[in-house]
């Protein structure tokens, strides 16, 4: 879960590096289209996207509202069942800071470069708008997905802190 996170910052790419490790012409001949909007996007199925991958159930209306309030967000949809299969999105300041949230990718989809695709796109937008400090929560056990993307747990022993409201023992 997001609150067990670990806040890594990114470090920004070397500009010869390639653009895309898949192109949107690749995604879309493998039956998959990029999507920034959430015109398309049922929250219902989106929703069993979370679940599948360890994420509590969430109300879809607070989905929604979360949604409303995010600056960039990318979610690709599986051409034969219109359904998302991977997302990813960023809320933050809109000129410094971001944090990227929420990146899953649907189980029976995994391996296959949507993860990849979805982030290094989120991480162009943010870029792009002149946003270079970006930051995410991630399980310690994907950690690995993250670092070959240019984020860095901790950098020049930065910490991050996380409000953790402990239940009061009753007695």
Same mark, same amino acid.
């Given at each position: ?33 990029? #999507? ?16 599948a991958v360890g994420f509590p159930r969430r109300d879809p209306e607070k989905i929604k509202l979360a949604l409303e309030h995010t600056q960039s967000m990318l ?9 998302? $299969? ?16 929420? $990146? ?16 290094? #796109? ?9 946003? &270079? ?28 802190? $996380?409000? &953790? ?7």
């Amino acid at each position: 879960m997001l609150s067990r996170g670990i806040i890594s910052n990114f470090r920004t790419p070397t500009p010869t590096a390639c653009k895309y490790s898949i192109s949107d012409k690749d995604l879309e001949s493998r039956g998959f289209l990029l #999507r920034r909007s959430i015109s398309d996007l049922n929250l219902d199925h989106l929703n069993s996207v979370f679940v599948a991958v360890g994420f509590p159930r969430r109300d879809p209306e607070k989905i929604k509202l979360a949604l409303e309030h995010t600056q960039s967000m990318l979610w690709v949809q599986h051409k034969k069942s219109q359904k998302p $299969v991977a997302f990813a999105r960023a809320t933050g300041d809109g000129v410094f800071n971001a944090i990227i949230w929420d $990146v899953v990718v649907d189980p029976s989809f995994q391996g296959i470069g949507l993860g990849k695709a979805v982030i290094e #796109r989120l991480i162009e937008e943010l870029l792009d708008k002149g946003i &270079s400090n970006i930051a995410l929560y991630s399980e310690p056990r994907v950690l690995g997905f993250y670092r070959p993307l240019g984020f860095v747990s901790d950098p020049d022993g930065i910490r991050g802190m $996380v409000y &953790s409201r402990k239940q009061k023992k009753k007695k």
